[in-house]
């Protein structure tokens, strides 16, 4: 593996490390890990990420949608990754019915503060012609569902004694995540090196870990 | 202002108590938890890899030393090694997770164990990381020039906590009187012993020296609960008004809040933590893996889960495992004074030459904090 993609990876894990510091001081999460976590901040955690979720694919098809003939390739990565993540939400949906939730309470649940800045930032990343900085944000998102998303999902299940199918989501994602990285490193390789675009996409990779601490931030039960 | 000056550690020694205790006879040693064999403990030294240690107290209960005591013999090997008198002391650093008193400060302990003359000293206590607390304390008064000769020494006497009465009778133990892995992993993990090193201004006339290139140390507590800890329940730890010295000593004993505790699903992230911080001094250039030409880090490789080892690789940032060095499979984990103890091992073992870089990591899952020493042979 060359140097460039190593610098950047590194650089990313920093960035990856300190978000999971920042998670760990939610109040939210903080309620999992000291045992005070309910049904309805599990309930309320279930509507929070939905929004991200649903948004993901749609980002990813847009940011698709504008890269270039030079780098068909990735285009490709993306929009398969598109197809295979944009209908996660509905297993989150019914994971919320499966905790005794309406499905009607989810779909038209609002977005929260950060959701709505997470969404609005990475539409308007996607909307830039080559936006290949976004592979920062990917790693972000698809560190969450590699590393921490089974860790919640299994908490959960532990605090409130959930039946499986009220957690699939969550343990779901983690089961699937093995070769993202490797594929995350080939799609690096295809646009390294850059100077440029280096920095760009640790930068994106810091915004959008922000901005995602700020949505679970503000979720509320 | 003076120039600061540039500080070589010029001894290390190390003191381990009595004979290598193995796997086979350890729970025969520290006694079974209300008669029965650890459900946990071939597993935990499995992951562990310890498979010798030492033990300051006797299966009957009797003791050889004092964890002071250790650490005064620390001192004094390294002082030897340095081929200095103790009376050329005059700053002394003492690290411990859990010392022979609660008050006062493990330095004073070791200070009356070592006499000497009277002398500057610093106590330090926290985990494993305590060990580069107290070696920076030593540095800097050096490199300040307000001491010629300091020591810092980290010692232990886990043995004496791992008692089965620590357990007996508490709400750590369940209806069938099994102790809770948060409890019972430790037993099979720590042991007993001290290490030091002494510091000076220039390097010692002949043999090696090793110049203190820095000293980093970083807390995480700002962020991450209590890991390993001892003096809260496991539940309620984080919730400092329901530690043992607010409940009082029997309350607080027989809910499970003196003993020494480790809470595992945390510390898979407070691992991750410390390999984001260690990558950032990487990438700032603090640390340059591919200058290190010998790594001091008491974790062995193998209890570092294989992604983390295939992470350190994809980010430039592994050190090849030849360069590793460990004393853990033979002498075991000895919380702080391993690092001490692992220096004076790779010092005596002849494989350091002039101008290698020996890079110390110290992680201590206590409230997640992680240290690095980078020292070069001179």
New interface residues.
């Given amino acids: 593996?060359s140097?460039d993609v190593?610098?950047v990876?590194?650089?990313l894990?920093?960035v990856?490390?300190?978000f999971?510091?920042?998670l760990?001081?939610m109040p939210l999460l903080r309620k999992l890990?000291?045992?005070r976590f309910e049904l309805a901040d599990y309930q309320a955690f279930l509507i929070g990420l939905r929004q991200q979720v649903k948004d993901g694919a749609l980002w990813m098809s847009r940011a698709a949608s504008n890269i270039d003939e030079a780098h068909l390739e990735l285009r490709s990565q993306l929009m398969r990754h598109a197809v295979t993540e944009h209908r996660d939400f509905r297993l989150l949906e019914a994971d919320y019915v499966a905790t005794g939730g309406a499905l009607e309470t989810i779909q038209s649940a609002e977005k929260n503060v950060g959701s709505e800045a997470l969404s609005a930032w990475m539409f308007h990343r996607a909307s830039q012609p080559n936006p290949f900085d976004l592979l920062g944000a990917m790693w972000i998102i698809e560190g969450l569902g590699s590393?921490k998303a089974k860790?919640w999902g299994r908490?959960a299940q532990a605090a409130l004694n959930l039946p499986d199918e009220a957690v699939r989501f969550l343990l779901y994602h983690g089961d699937n995540d093995v070769e993202h990285?490797g594929e995350f490193?080939q799609m690096l390789a295809m646009v390294l090196p850059d100077a440029v675009l280096a920095q760009r996409i640790v930068k994106t990779a810091r915004v959008t870990a922000r901005l995602y601490a700020l949505q679970i931030e503000e979720i509320t039960a | 202002m003076a120039d600061l000056r540039d500080v070589f550690i010029t001894g290390a020694g190390a003191f381990l108590p009595g004979p290598p205790v193995g796997n086979d006879q350890m729970e025969d040693h520290l006694g079974r938890v209300h008669g029965r064999d650890s459900l946990l403990g071939k597993r935990a030294l499995r992951w562990n890899g310890v498979e010798s240690r030492h033990y300051a107290m006797a299966p009957d209960g009797s003791i050889s030393h004092s964890n002071a005591q250790m650490c005064a013999n620390a001192v004094r090997a390294a002082l030897e090694d340095a081929r200095l008198d103790a009376k050329a002391l005059s700053f002394l650093a003492a690290a411990t997770t859990q010392g022979d008193y609660f008050v006062p400060g493990h330095a004073a302990a070791v200070h009356a164990e070592l006499g000497a003359r009277p002398m500057e000293i610093a106590s330090f206590q926290s985990v494993c990381g305590s060990s580069l607390m107290a070696a920076k304390a030593a540095w800097l008064n050096v490199r300040a020039g307000e001491h010629d000769v300091a020591a810092a020494c980290a010692g232990e006497f886990s043995s004496r906590w791992f008692r089965p009465s620590f357990y007996e009778g508490t709400a750590l133990c369940d209806e069938k009187g099994r102790v809770r892995p948060e409890a019972d992993f430790l037993r099979f993990t720590l042991s007993d012993g001290a290490g030091a090193a002494v510091m000076e201004p220039k390097p010692k006339p002949d043999g090696l020296s090793l110049k203190i290139a820095l000293i980093d140390v970083v807390s995480?507590a700002?962020?991450?609960?209590p890991c390993m800890w001892a003096g809260a329940p496991i539940?309620t730890r984080?919730d400092l008004t329901t530690s043992w010295a607010h409940s009082g000593p029997r309350a607080a004993h027989a809910a499970g809040a003196i003993a020494l505790l480790q809470d595992f699903?945390?510390l898979?992230?407070v691992i991750?933590?410390w390999?984001?911080?260690y990558?950032?001094k990487?990438?700032e250039g603090r640390i340059v893996p591919g200058e290190i030409d010998h790594c001091l880090v008491h974790y062995s490789a193998k209890s570092l889960r294989a992604e983390i080892v295939s992470?350190l690789e994809?980010?430039?940032?592994m050190i090849p495992e030849e360069k590793w060095h460990s004393i853990l499979r033979e002498k075991g984990n000895i919380g702080s004074a391993t690092i001490w103890v692992m220096l004076a091992d790779l010092l005596a073992s002849g494989k350091v030459k002039r101008g290698d870089k020996v890079l110390c990591v110290v992680p201590e899952s206590g409230r997640a904090l992680v240290g690095f020493m980078v020292l070069e042979a001179v």
Avoid: N, P
């Fill in positions: 593996m140097d190593a610098d990876l590194r650089k894990t920093v990856f490390t300190e999971e510091g920042r760990e001081q890990t000291r045992g590393i860790e908490a990285i490193k | 995480l700002d962020r991450f609960d539940a984080a699903e945390l898979k992230r991750r933590a390999v984001g911080v990558l950032q990487v990438d992470l994809d980010t430039s940032g």
